[in-house]
C-alpha cells in the first residue's frame, strides 16, 4: 500500500515536473520567437519604405509652367552675370595690361627717336626765326593800318589825301594838267589817273620834281574837272653844276624823309609788298587797301623818291 502510494506519488511528481518544464520551455521558447519576428518586420517595413521613396523618386511629378518659367529666368540671370564677371575680369586684365603696353611703346618712341644733330638744330633754329619775322611782318602789316592813313608834310603844307583844291593851286604851287586838249571835256574811267606837274618859284627842276595825281578811285566816269587830288609823286633833283639841290621840307609816315635809309623804312613797316631795283637802288612799296606809299633812293643817301596816293 505503502508503496503504491509513494509510486502514484512519483507518479504525480514526474508528471508535475514535466509539466513545469513543458510550461518552462514553452515559457523560453515563447520569449525568443518573438525577437526573431519583430526583426523580420523592421527589415520589411525598411524594405518597403525604400521601395517607396525610389518609387517616389521615380514617378514625375506634373509640369507647373510657371514654376518653369522662374526657373528658366534663374537659369537666364545666373548666366548673364556670369557672362558679366567675365567680361568684367576682360576689362581688368586688358586694364592691367594696357600700361605695359603704353610703357613698351613709350620705350619704342625713346629708342626710335633720332638723336639730335647739327643739322636739326639749325633747321629748328631757323624754323624760329621765319616763324618770329613773320609774326614781326603781321605786326607790322597791322600797323599800316594806322600808318598809312594819307597824311603828310610837304613844303610847310599838311597834306591829307584826297585833297579837294580850286584853280589847279596848292600854296605856292601852280599845277599843269598832263593831258593834251580841254580837261573840262576829259571823262575819266574808273581806275584811271592823269598827272598835275606842280611847279613852285622857290625850286627848279634840278632841286626838285613834284607831280600831283587826279585819279578815279570810284564805279563810275567821272570828268577830269570834277576829280580831286589823290596823290603825290615826289623825285629829288640832281643838282645844278655838282651843288646840291635845293629840297622842301618833307615828313613822311614813320617821321621818315629826305635820305632815311633803307634799313629804318623796313626795321618801321617790315617787309614790303613789294620791292625790288628799279632806277634806284631799293624800291620798296607798301599798301593796306587804302593807301598806297612807295620810296626808293641811293643806299648811301637814303630816300630820294615818294609815291603817296589813294589805293
Known sequence: MIRKGYEKMWKRSAAVIMALALAAGTCGCG???EPAETTAKE????????????????????????????????????????????????????????????????EKEVIEKP????????????????????EETKQATQDLNDVLDGAMKFDGMD????????GMKLGKWTLTLEYDGDPSTKSMAPMEAVLAK???????????????EFGNYSDSEVMLSDLPMTGIYITKGKGKDGAE??????????????GTPASEVQAQLGEASLSGTFDYDFDFMYENGEYVFEVSGMNDTGIEYVVYSVE
Open 31 to 33: 520569449k525568443s520567437a
Open 43 to 106: 527589415e520589411t517595413a525598411a524594405q518597403e519604405t525604400q521601395e517607396s521613396a525610389a518609387a517616389a523618386s521615380t514617378v514625375k511629378e506634373p509640369i507647373n509652367p510657371e514654376q518653369v518659367k522662374s526657373e528658366e529666368v534663374v537659369k537666364t540671370d545666373d548666366a548673364a552675370q556670369s557672362a558679366s564677371k567675365k567680361e568684367t575680369e576682360a576689362k581688368d586684365a586688358g586694364k592691367e595690361q594696357a600700361p605695359a603696353a603704353s610703357t613698351e611703346e613709350k
Open 115 to 134: 638723336e639730335v644733330s647739327e643739322a636739326n638744330t639749325e633747321a629748328e633754329k631757323e624754323k624760329e626765326e621765319k616763324k618770329k619775322e613773320e
Open 159 to 166: 597834306l591829307q589825301f584826297p585833297i579837294e583844291i580850286s
Open 198 to 212: 606842280m611847279t613852285s618859284p622857290d625850286f627848279t627842276d634840278d632841286d626838285i620834281i613834284v607831280k600831283a
Open 245 to 258: 639841290p635845293k629840297l622842301p621840307s618833307l615828313e613822311l609816315p614813320c617821321g621818315f624823309t629826305w
